[in-house]
């Protein structure tokens, strides 16, 4: 007689309860970190002391590092236990988050957001896997839904509780805020997480991943103070240039001499997924790194408090939601390639909102393009995932799913660079051009403002600033326009994609997805 199968142990509802609390606190304040230290930008380069370009890497470190770590955290828990991995990630995140809020300089905030970022990376995958663990086969479907709530609630609050906290208190309990709640999440993993280990796993490519990590992070300082430094007139940056030329060599030799890489170029031998790989990379540059460029706008050119402009994003996380729920009722009746069209046309609609907003206009047109860029960014996150793993082998669905997220991860940290770089150049050609017409031999000026006085410190001073805040502003729409552009270009790359109807792809996406948790 055959031995009967055996049946998994699961806990008991209570203890069910705690855990599933504990992982949702986990991808909660994960995910709201990536999204509630916007509003409070400005206020933290005045306290730091920092430029606005300068500040931007309190958001470009914790994405570049949280996307870098991410393949590496699901090694480990397979390694040495998800539970130990999970505590240790935890508390230090908490203590990440607790230097933070009482940093005194630019430095010891953007080294803490690394820490930040590099033990927040595998939090909400190796929550999914225990959700997973937990429920029977018949109850994993909920399970994921938990999950995603989670790690939705974040970004959907991060914006208006942000705004709130620094308003009210200090843009410091934007990330103190983190500690009760890591305190609780911590007691909860350590106490009632079960311990899942794979004792076959095989050898990590350290040299792949030390390559990589140093090529993107040596490229996105680069990005980041090539402006500052006029180029490639800095001896800084023609070192960090040749680095990066140098790393990135022995990288793509690695990738192409070794076996079992970081990266393996058998994944883009699939059509389905490079093509998908580039457009995650495109949706992480438009629909990710374009909102501290909005959150910029909204405080610096309008004048809103960070509380105002925190409640004006809300729309955003409420369109997400709604592209959620939209496109889980029609992912079984339309082709994946019209959602993404969809998708990627939305975005590029409220791109193109933006793009015509002035000094003068009110906070109708941004609530309007907030909404429509979330339900876009909803509407494209599924069809997308759906065509980049429904050819996809299944040997390569755990590297894949990795490097898909990780390309989305890279779009929006060097985008919100590039934004940046290509933002201020605007600013500064446009300021250039407004200040030629402020003369007293100028009549459209003398007729216009006959209330200057040149010979007066102080309407200088004003005619200064307003000039400044034109140009911004232009140079702002500029980039939101680019940003459209770029947003419609990728669309013919959807229909390069061999399509499937949804319904027959979603088997073999979620079976990749799951497998990635794993």
């Known amino acids: 007689m055959s031995a009967l199968p055996v049946q998994p142990e699961y806990p008991t509802p ?5 855990i599933t609390g504990s992982v949702m606190l986990a991808s909660l304040i994960v995910s709201l970190d990536i999204t509630i230290a916007n509003v409070a930008l400005p206020q933290m380069q005045s306290s730091l002391s920092a430029s606005s370009d300068q500040v931007i890497w309190v958001l470009t470190s914790y994405l570049i590092a949280s996307a870098i770590m991410t393949p590496l955290s699901s090694w480990l828990a397979s390694r040495f236990g998800r539970k130990p991995v999970m505590a240790i990630s935890v508390a230090a995140f908490t203590l990440a988050s607790l230097a933070c809020g009482v940093s005194n300089g630019l430095t010891m905030m953007v080294v803490a957001r690394i820490v930040q970022g590099i033990a927040g990376a595998g939090l909400i995958p190796l929550g999914q896997a225990t959700l997973l663990d937990i429920n029977p086969p018949e109850k994993q479907g909920r399970a994921m839904a938990v999950a995603g709530l989670g790690s ?7 914006p208006s509780l942000g705004g709130w906290l620094t308003d009210t208190y200090t843009w410091r309990w934007v990330f103190l805020i983190n500690i009760p709640i890591g305190i609780l999440c911590f007691v909860g993993i350590w106490t009632f997480l079960p311990d899942v280990r794979d004792r076959a796993i095989g050898r990590f490519d350290g040299f792949g ?4 990590s140093l090529f993107l992070g040596l490229f996105q300082l680069m990005m980041d103070r090539g402006q500052t430094l006029d180029w490639f007139d800095s001896t800084e940056i023609c070192i960090e240039a040749g680095m990066v030329v140098l790393i990135g060599f022995l990288a793509v030799v690695h990738i192409l001499t070794a076996k079992g890489t970081f990266v393996r170029l058998e994944l883009f031998t699939d059509r389905n997924f490079a093509l998908g790989t580039v457009i995650s990379g495109v949706v992480g540059l438009v629909g990710f790194a374009t909102i501290p460029l909005v959150t910029v706008m909204m405080q610096a050119q309008l004048g809103y408090t960070p509380l105002h402009s925190g409640i ?9 939601v709604c592209g959620l729920i939209v496109v889980g009722a029609l992912i079984g009746r339309l082709r994946a390639q019209t959602l993404l069209t969809i998708g990627l046309a939305g975005t590029a609609v409220g791109l193109f909102l933006y793009s015509q907003i002035s000094l003068g206009t009110d906070e109708t047109p941004m609530l309007y393009a907030g909404f429509i860029q979330g339900a876009s960014g909803g509407l494209i996150i599924a069809p997308l995932s759906t065509l980049v793993f429904s050819t996809l082998p299944t040997k390569f669905r755990n590297e894949g799913a990795a490097i898909y997220s990780l390309a989305r991860n890279i779009g929006s940290s060097l985008g919100i660079s590039a934004i940046q770089v290509l933002n201020g150049r605007n600013t500064a050609i446009v300021s250039s051009r407004l200040a030629e017409g402020v003369r007293p031999d100028n009549p459209q000026l003398a007729l216009s403002a006959p209330q200057i006085d040149f010979d007066a410190v102080s309407s200088l001073g004003a005619i200064s600033g307003q000039i400044t805040r034109q140009a911004a502003m232009v140079a702002t729409n500029d980039t939101m326009w680019l940003g459209c552009l770029l947003a419609i270009a990728s669309i013919p790359l959807v229909y390069l994609m061999k399509g499937r109807r949804t319904e027959q792809a979603a088997s073999a996406s979620t079976s990749a997805l799951m497998a990635d948790m794993h």
Request: no cysteine; proline share 8%.
């Open 152 to 158: 939705m609630v974040g970004p959907l609050i991060g």
């Open 312 to 320: 004006v994003s809300l729309p955003r996380g409420l369109g997400s």
């Open 209 to 212: 991943f030390a390559t990589v």
């Open 14 to 18: 209570g203890k069910h309860l705690v």
